[in-house]
């Protein structure tokens, strides 16, 4: 189960990838923390793990090209412009300087009907303002404890990803929804054999490129975790929520790639 590169294939070039989804938190206070976290984004972690910072969309601004952390949003409409009041374009996004966007968090899915298709309109919108997507899947605690985890991200993966899908595009994000923000996750065997069965999948349908496209792990990430979670096979970063708020705790995630 355990790995001896961060990467299924040794083609893969590009870096794990850590971010933090900071949800409906923070203040205009919270550029401290931020800057805190960039102090502790040494040139050597820098060498061995991106880092992306997603906060509300009105501190996107204040936030993006601030330092050397990318900042993203958490969610985008799939139109460029128009009549959608409350949302933001993914060309907004850009234009502020986000890099990636978030689309079908859990909480986009279950508090909004997000659907599948709704998510991979996102994420091309998101391509076509040229900024990456972060796409999440995950199942549901009845449907773990029903035996369908991989049947449903199977099909999530497949019906949320278009077929321009790329790794340098996309991103894509396992998140047991019962996992997020509860302080519970998945053993590390079950992270290890749902992430195959996604790497699987991505490589049937998109050949060697299917192979790079980077799969994160979400759901209650935290530093005395990072190290077990981060080090699996076809994990190649995580998504945190709660742990992303505090630059230390952030720190302590991605620094478990010093240790690998
Ligand atoms: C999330 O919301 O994407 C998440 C993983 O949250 P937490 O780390 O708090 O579980």
């Not at 933001?88 to 909004?112: C, D, L, P, Q």
């Not at 999530?156 to 077929?163: A, M, N, V, W």
């Not at 979400?218 to 979670?229: C, I, R």
Request: glycine share 10%; aromatic share 6%.
């Amino acid at each position: 189960m355990q790995k001896t590169h961060h990467w299924s294939l040794n083609t893969m070039s590009a870096r794990p990838l850590v971010a933090g989804n900071w949800k409906m938190n923070g203040n205009p206070q919270s550029v401290e923390e931020f800057r805190k976290m960039a102090e502790g984004y040494t040139p050597e972690l820098a060498a061995k793990v991106e880092l992306l910072i997603c906060p509300p969309a009105v501190f996107l601004a204040q936030l993006a090209n601030e330092n050397s952390i990318s900042v993203g949003a958490q969610n985008c409409h799939s139109a460029v412009s128009g009549a959608h009041t409350g949302d933001i374009s993914a060309e907004m996004i850009k234009s502020v300087g986000g890099t990636a966007v978030i689309v079908g968090h859990s909480e986009r899915r279950e508090g909004y009907g997000e659907t599948d298709a709704d998510v991979a309109a996102k994420a091309e919108a998101a391509w076509r303002a040229g900024i990456t997507a972060v796409v999440c899947i995950g199942e549901s605690l009845e449907q773990r404890e029903a035996g369908e985890t991989i049947a449903v991200v199977t099909e999530q993966i497949t019906k949320s990803l278009p077929d321009a899908t790329t790794s340098e595009n996309t991103v894509v994000a396992y998140e047991p929804i019962w996992a997020i923000g509860t302080g519970k996750t998945p053993t590390a065997q079950d992270v290890a054999d749902v992430h195959k069965a996604l790497r699987d999948s991505l490589v049937e349908r998109f050949g060697e490129d299917g192979s790079k496209i980077r799969l994160l792990y979400g759901g209650s990430v935290k530093p005395s975790n990072a190290d077990e979670l981060l080090n699996l096979a076809n994990v190649n970063g995580a998504l945190v929520g709660g742990a992303s708020l505090k630059a230390d705790d952030f720190l302590g995630i991605a620094g478990a790639y010093l240790n690998f």
